[in-house]
């Protein structure tokens, strides 16, 4: 196969050692870095995330992959920066303040960095003025928000609120997502999207960041 199908699919199959080697080969072989991050790595992981929509394999797979990925990236990640290659957009991502759970948050941030996504992981328990702060800090271009209570969902309203109070609204957008977030709580808060798993999350970014 050819050096990048080969990468694509050590992304694929979660074998980290290869796709450090076979990313290491391709630049060895002079191909340009952005061709080795789009045809290899990130040809990889949208298999991974189409895979993972249709429960055709699961989060531990998923971890897997991603692991590939980032072994890939280690490697080429000078070769970007030197290139000034650019991401498909920044994109700010937390679980709300008051919320400790993250796994979704995280596999959510997997995804987006597997589709060509500048992600910033504020973790958990942030505070809105935090996410508003660094979006506007890193020029980010979509706050994600996830929740897993009910009593922490109103915040996400208020981080859309202090968007709008710093005329930053209509610049950079939100997605909200969890188990108990619905389409019908986004509209009321006024976010821009809903995003029902991390395999639509990446759909709904790319859709709202004009990539699509």
């Known amino acids: 196969m050819p050096p990048l199908t080969d990468l694509a699919d050590a992304v694929i199959r979660g074998d980290h050692p290869q796709a450090g080697a076979l990313t290491r080969e391709a630049i060895r072989l002079a191909i340009e870095p952005k061709t080795i991050l789009d045809d290899g790595l990130i040809a990889g ?98 706050i994600g928000m996830s929740a897993l209570l009910t009593t922490t969902m109103p915040v996400m309203g208020e981080v859309v609120s202090r968007l709008k109070a710093e005329g930053m609204g209509g610049t950079v957008r939100t997605v909200v997502g969890g188990a108990p977030v619905s389409e019908a709580f986004a509209r009321e808060i006024g976010a821009d999207a809903y995003a029902f798993d991390a395999g639509n999350a990446v759909d709904v970014v790319k859709t709202l960041v004009g990539r699509r």
């Open 45 to 142: 992981m949208t298999v991974v995330g189409d895979r993972f929509r249709v429960h055709e394999i699961f989060l531990p797979d998923v971890l897997l992959a991603a692991k590939a990925m980032y072994a890939g990236m280690d490697e080429l990640r000078p070769l970007l920066i030197r290139d000034g290659v650019p991401s498909l957009g920044k994109i700010v991502i937390g679980s709300v303040k008051g919320d400790l759970h993250d796994i979704g948050k995280n596999l959510v941030g997997i995804m987006l960095k597997g589709a060509g996504f500048d992600v910033i992981d504020l973790g958990h328990d942030v505070a809105p003025e935090a996410m508003v702060r660094t979006a506007k800090e890193q020029g980010a271009a979509v």
